[in-house]
């Protein structure tokens, strides 16, 4: 039988892609959580993050991941986010989030993450599942100075063609290619 702790760990993993950390839920004492990893009632999954084994792994969970690392500050972009919003046909060899510029993150990401740094304003930021990401608006801007031409001339088209842009701003982000 799970101890009192667990129905805080469980609201929490629910909404965080079956993840939890200290930060995350900050009525349930670290050392308990540690005490759930190892009863086998957690997965340790990395410094500081848990993982509820009873719970369904997400498409995502690399994305979920990466916004823990940096203590919930990042928000998936780039690369990744065209990913996540599916717009064209990339493959990022890493996972790329922004972080607000005055955030220090005092953690090596190694060679997982590109940690690119802006304030993202609340109208930016969307949520796709459990996945805190940049916005289809604020992706495409983004792209345009991290991804191939093709594929960002791909990605406009996608989004244009869902609905997700007017057609001005199709027609002034290619020009941004061009230029």
């Not at 540690?34 to 498409?59: D, I, Q």
């Not at 993202?120 to 805190?132: G, K, P, S, Y």
């Not at 406009?156 to 869902?162: D, G, H, S």
């Amino acid at each position: 039988m799970p101890g009192k702790y667990w129905n805080a760990v469980m609201d929490v993993a629910v909404e965080q892609g079956g993840y939890v950390t200290p930060a995350l839920v900050p009525d349930v004492p670290p050392v308990e959580l540690r005490k759930m990893a190892s009863r086998g009632t957690l997965e340790r999954v990395g410094h500081g993050v848990y993982r509820v084994p009873a719970l369904p792994r997400e498409p995502f969970d690399e994305f979920i991941l990466a916004r823990l690392f940096t203590r919930g500050r990042g928000v998936i972009s780039h690369d990744s986010a065209l990913l996540i919003h599916q717009l064209c046909d990339i493959n990022p060899a890493h996972v790329h989030l922004t972080v607000p510029r005055a955030y220090r993150i005092n953690r090596s990401g190694g060679e997982m993450y590109v940690v690119h740094r802006a304030d993202l304003r609340r109208d930016e930021v969307t949520q796709i599942e459990a996945v805190v990401v940049t916005t289809i608006r604020r992706t495409l801007t983004d792209a345009l100075s991290t991804v191939p031409i093709a594929l960002v001339r791909q990605a406009i088209t996608t989004a244009a063609e869902r609905g997700a842009i007017r057609v001005d701003e199709r027609e002034a982000l290619l020009a941004q290619l061009t230029t």
